[in-house]
């Protein structure tokens, strides 16, 4: 299937959801409401003539100074005739993103990441915590409004207190 038919397909079953649509070198990226995201992907997933049954990335992208500030990009693949698609939504500050572990086991980690860097929730996950950075750490890396120079880790330390797990 090209992706004229796939964003045929699409855009019948979603028409008021599809918000922008892509197709640059053979890849699609389709802009979708942040409001049926959920419903979109379950069907990509369950459709069988689209059958998109791996979803290998979820992406986090600050925008800023742009309203709304954030996009999530997911990167869906079809292994039946090695489609790729990218889903995007775009998420203002503060605002949960509905998870997609429940579809694919493999968005638990890139959500989490997303969450730990750039301070997206995503709502319904099953296990939302850091997973890079450590539990106390203050703030979210990867946000363009996190100082340029870090935070102040020169405070000095012993060697010896170090535990290698």
């Known amino acids: 299937m090209d992706n004229a038919k796939v964003l045929e397909q699409l855009k019948g079953e979603f028409a008021d ?6 197709d640059f070198r053979g890849d699609l990226t389709v802009v979708v409401s942040l ?28 925008k800023m100074p742009r309203e709304p500030r954030f996009e999530v990009v997911y990167v869906l693949h079809s292994m039946d005739d090695f489609r790729r698609l990218l889903v ?3 998420v203002p500050v503060d605002v949960e993103v509905p998870t997609v572990t429940d579809i694919w086991n493999s968005a638990n980690w890139p959500e989490r990441e997303v969450y730990d860097l750039m301070g997206i929730t995503f ?23 996190f100082p340029l120079k870090g935070k102040d880790f020169d405070e000095k330390w012993d060697p010896s207190t170090i535990q290698v797990l």
């Open 123 to 145: 709502s319904g996950h099953p296990d939302m915590r850091r997973i890079l950075m450590w539990d106390n750490f203050d703030g979210h890396p990867l946000r363009k409004d």
């Open 88 to 90: 995007k939504v775009m």
């Open 35 to 62: 409001e049926k995201l959920h419903d979109i992907m379950l069907y990509l997933h369950d459709d069988k003539a689209l059958h998109y049954d791996l979803l290998s990335d979820v992406v986090g992208i600050d």
């Open 17 to 22: 959801a599809i918000v922008d649509d892509i």
